[in-house]
């Protein structure tokens, strides 16, 4: 659960929406219970998307803790797409 | 009497009352409430988590767990605690379906766990636990009841669990806990953890057991063979207390030997070291008059922790072993998981047959970063002892000559930062396929020492596999062809003069100790428990001795005259072990 805590902990130091979503499931980036249940059963795909004032900001450093965690994994991929 | 057989994950036999505990056994009846309460009952959820949140502060300043691992389970307890969606789904079925708070917490908190335990991964279902233990938090407050404290335990006692949770084991009076039986769990499960951690017996993974005992019940927890045996008859019963006090006075007599060099009777130093898993295992290893480590296992550091392990993580638990050892040698072993159990890989390749497929070093040499960054931790503790480093499952020689080349990349990497390490750390390998051991002599050119693990080598010799039970009798150390290919790599390693030991099952069964010995192997690496008992058998016997009966056994044809010939031999020195 490590991992989910980080990116939440990082996560909710920004001011915007921020939610992720693998394959159907789209969840909020700043619950731990959400994450946590979408990390058990998730693949290697992950979408991050943000909204708000600190949206830009937020993606790039929630894309580089992802990176850490999937180091050394032959195919991660961290898709993001922003707005606003 | 009811005798059930689970996974043995802490040494040791203990007998007395049991304590059952039951982190679902808060049952909670759906009860509705009045439109008019809902205002009320989400008062209460909100004084609950207020309360939790403050009982969760005063574990952590009072138990200065921040650094531990269970430090980072209480954290994430805290966030779940302090999410706002976690807590909405709460008030949203009160409100929705108007039913009491005790009952949305609980509803709400297993179906999360039953979303973890349902996963088909033991890292991630064993989390589960976690859950539950929130759940259980949360009713406590609520309930304004008192726990069933364990720190008010005034007898010894056998706990008997679902599975143990963090809050439950961090209270636990550890004066009267004597030993642990769970229905659930793993090698690295929380319980295995704490009961190592503890020096107390513990048996998991016993499946369904009947909760619903009386209290005053006895039970055995046998932490050698993973037997847990409740409500024992009397004749049961008496035959575990002569074995408990067996087991004790046996110990205390081996104890005696631990300050004596394992040394045969005609002068021969052998060497036993202890294959570990744990960094908190490299004490016991002195403890039990070890000479160093031979095996240690870092699959550990992959499986518990949340996420895969940094530099620092491999560091840290290398430092701490070899710092307890000192000066005695140390021999880590690589990363030795199959793809299929990388936990947080989530890339898992369909294998048909995973045993052949892509695991150990094959993993890693498809791996660079993963592979280097473990590598880069071995190479920066290297210069804190006697460190050695051996790569897993070698099949050719353009295996062991493709991971020294990364190897030397590492070192590279390392002189670029003016890092220090051992240039001359020594670098062997396994042999644990036929492959390997046919080629023995091309290997010992390049590497710097074998260890012969015996488990995958009769394995692959043989082509059985031990777990399967239509086979499982077919699997034996004692096959003519397994014996061939032990007798030939040990020749090849005396021949180019580099380090030889074995560090299967094998080295640690009394019956084998004196055909290696008479093979001519000198290093034994065993289970840690088991080294004052071969120490005793080493020094009971002659090289002499033992060369006689490898060359009696090299005549004999069949699995089954080998074994009989070892057990006659055996029994003649240690008479009162067989």
Known sequence: MRPAMQFVDLANTFDADISVSHGDTTVDGKSIMQMTMLAATCGSRLKIRAKGPEAQKAVEALKELAEQFFMGVSQPQVGQQEEG | MEIRKGIAVSPGIAIAKAMVIDSRDY??????????????????????????????????????????????????????????????????????????????????????????????????????????DIERRLLKHLQGRVEDNLGHLREDVVILAHDLTPTQTAGFNKTFVKGFAT???????????????????????????????????????????????????????????RYAEQVTRFVSELNVLRDLPAETRDGVRIELMGNIEFPDEAAQVLEKGGDGIGLYRTEFLYLYGGSEPTEDDHYHAYAETIRTLKDKPVVIRTMDLGADKMPHSNWHPNETNPALG?????????????????????????????????????????????????????????????????????????????????????????????????????????????????????????????????????????????????????????????????????????????????????????????????????????????????????????????
């Open chain 2, 27 to 132: 049952r909670i009846p759906r009860r509705t409430i009045m439109p008019s309460q809902r205002t009320a009952e989400i008062q209460r959820v909100r004084k609950a988590f207020a309360r939790a949140i403050q009982e969760l502060d005063e574990i952590k300043s009072a138990k200065r767990i921040e650094e531990s691992e269970i430090g980072d389970i209480f954290a994430v307890h805290m966030r779940f605690l302090r999410d706002k969606s976690f807590r909405k789904r709460i008030t949203d079925l009160i409100n929705k379906e108007k039913v009491t708070v005790e009952y949305a917490v609980s509803t709400v908190l297993r179906e999360i766990a039953s979303h973890f335990a349902g996963i088909d991964d033991t890292y991630i279902s064993e989390r589960a636990a976690d859950i539950y």
């Open chain 2, 358 to 578: 892509l695991r150990s070093i094959r993993y890693c040499l498809q791996n660079f970063p993963m592979f280097k960054t473990q590598l880069r931790a071995i190479l920066r503790a290297s210069v804190l002892g006697d460190v050695r480093m051996m790569f897993p499952l070698i099949t050719t020689l353009q295996e062991l000559r493709q991971a020294k080349m990364i190897v030397r990349d590492v070192m590279e990497d390392l002189d670029e930062y003016a890092v220090p390490y051992n240039a001359k750390m020594p670098i062997g390998i396994m042999i644990e396929t036929p492959s390997s051991a046919l080629t023995a002599g091309l290997l010992a050119q390049e590497a710097d020492f074998f260890s012969i693990g015996t488990n995958d080598l009769i394995q692959y010799t043989l082509a059985v596999d031990r777990a399967n039970e239509h086979v499982s009798t077919l699997f034996s150390p004692a096959e003519p062809a397994v014996l061939r290919l032990i007798r030939s790599v040990i020749q090849e390693a005396h021949k180019a003069r580099i380090g030889l030991s074995v560090c299967g099952e094998v080295a640690s069964d009394p019956e084998f100790i004196m055909l290696l010995l008479g093979m001519g192997v000198r290093t034994l690496s065993l289970a840690v428990p088991m080294i004052p008992e071969v120490k005793k058998i080493v020094r009971s016997v002659s090289i002499e001795q033992c060369g006689r009966l490898a060359r009696r056994v090299a005549t004999l044809d069949s699995s089954r005259q080998i074994k009989n010939v070892l057990r006659d031999a055996a029994s003649k020195i240690l008479p009162e072990n067989f």
């Open chain 2, 183 to 241: 229905e659930r769990g793993g090698r690295t499960s929380h319980t295995a953890i704490v009961a190592r951690s503890l020096g107390i017996p513990a048996v998991v993974a016993l499946g369904e057991l009947s909760l619903e005992i009386s209290p005053d019940c006895q039970v055995i927890v046998d932490g050698n063979r993973g037997v847990v045996i409740i409500d024992p008859d009397e004749e049961t019963l008496a035959q575990y207390k």
